[in-house]
């Protein structure tokens, strides 16, 4: 596992957003795996900066997103498809059809099939972009006695409604289940690129960098038997968590 610390969270985005143009740069057609949360929210406006400046095409992208809240739909502003939308897709010319957020409605089962089959689909995303929970959750592959590999219906715990809630009216109205990609999916991905800022995310990432334990206790830690993984923090996390480079 790679570390790569920064100056600041805006040269963390900058960092990875960089990644991810010179991957599509030099590969067109590649495949992403994205992420929504507060996290990337910096990267996708310095990709649609790119984008806008013809810096990257993204008519050829294919997407494949992490997860969806259960039981709310598209077009609601929480959720993740609409956060796609809003935050990326709408602003750069990369064609929808080629953009796959599993749904959260109807048959929740069925959706986590297609997602799991949309991980694979024309083969595995060619660098995933992943935030990380307060509690070391990656997705919503929530800190648990056992995790699950595959696409899945997750029960949310208390610590990620709580840190979810700042999204919503209150704490009510976050959803207490979302589809996931399972831990298998994400380390299928070629390459995985964690984001993390801030002091919430002090025991989680001290769990992830600072030694060489996995446990399911801490689903990031499973980042380290990945050949390709790449996490990205700021100096104020950095030093927080007791990391020197
Ligand atoms: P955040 O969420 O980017 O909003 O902190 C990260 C996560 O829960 O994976």
Do not use: W
Request: glycine letters at 8%; proline letters at 3%.
């Amino acid at each position: 596992m790679k570390v790569i610390v920064t100056g600041s969270y805006d040269e963390s985005c900058a960092v990875v957003a960089e990644m991810i143009k010179d991957l599509v740069v030099s590969k067109p057609n590649a495949k992403l795996g994205l992420a929504t949360g507060g996290t990337p929210v910096p990267i996708y406006k310095k990709l649609i900066a790119m984008n806008e400046a013809g810096e990257v095409d993204f008519s050829a992208v294919h997407t494949v997103n992490l997860d969806e809240y259960c039981g709310i739909p598209g077009t609601h502003d929480q959720s993740y498809r609409y956060f796609m939308n809003t935050n990326l897709f709408d602003h750069i010319n990369i064609d929808k059809a080629n953009t796959f957020v599993a749904s959260g409605m109807g048959d929740f089962e069925a959706n986590a099939a297609e997602l799991e089959a949309k991980v694979y689909e024309g083969g595995v995303a060619d660098l995933q972009l992943l935030g990380i929970g307060n509690n070391g959750h990656i997705a919503f592959n929530e800190a648990s006695d056992h995790l699950i590999s595959k696409a899945h219906i997750e029960t949310l715990t208390e610590s990620t409604i709580n840190a979810n809630a700042r999204f919503f009216e209150k704490k009510e109205d976050v959803p207490t289940k979302a589809i996931t990609m399972g831990m298998g999916d994400i380390l299928a991905a070629k390459k995985v690129v964690l984001v993390a800022t801030g002091l919430a995310k002090v025991p989680a990432i001290k769990g992830l960098i600072m030694d060489d334990v996995i446990t399911t206790q801490n689903p990031s830690t499973m980042l380290k038997m990945h050949t390709d993984a790449v996490v990205v923090i700021d100096k104020e996390l950095a030093d927080a968590v007791g990391y020197k480079a």
